[in-house]
């Protein structure tokens, strides 16, 4: 756990990453758009008075994306100029599996150094 914290401190230290080529991007909105989740996205320059939020994608074309806001449920036109990066948003259960497996790991760790210390 501590390390999953310091590597999310570590993370927002650096500066940011060149923005995603409009290939990658396109990857990950028909990706989501075939599962049915949402994604998040990350402008290069706040658009009305956001600079980040999530949604369904409704539409994809060679030059930009539709996407339905969370939060407001306004559907926003958005060309791939504008965007620095659009990442697939993970669901609960997706959330909940992986702390799942994560704590498994741990456990096992912990028996196999305890087991390993009594021999």
Do not use: C
């Amino acid at each position: 756990m501590a390390v999953l914290v310091h590597g999310s401190i570590a993370a927002q230290d650096q500066p940011q990453s060149p923005p995603q080529t409009v290939a990658k991007m396109q990857q990950v909105l028909h990706k989501a758009q075939e599962k049915d989740k949402a994604v998040k996205v990350i402008l290069n320059k706040k658009i009305d008075k956001q600079k980040k939020f999530s949604g369904k994608v409704s539409d994809i074309s060679d030059t930009g994306f539709v996407v339905t806001d969370q939060k407001t449920g306004k559907p926003m036109k958005l060309a791939y100029a504008d965007v620095r990066e659009v990442l697939q948003k993970w669901s609960k259960k997706d959330v909940t599996i992986a702390i799942v497996v994560v704590a498994g790991v741990v456990i096992l760790v912990l028996l196999f150094i305890g087991s390993k210390v009594h021999d």
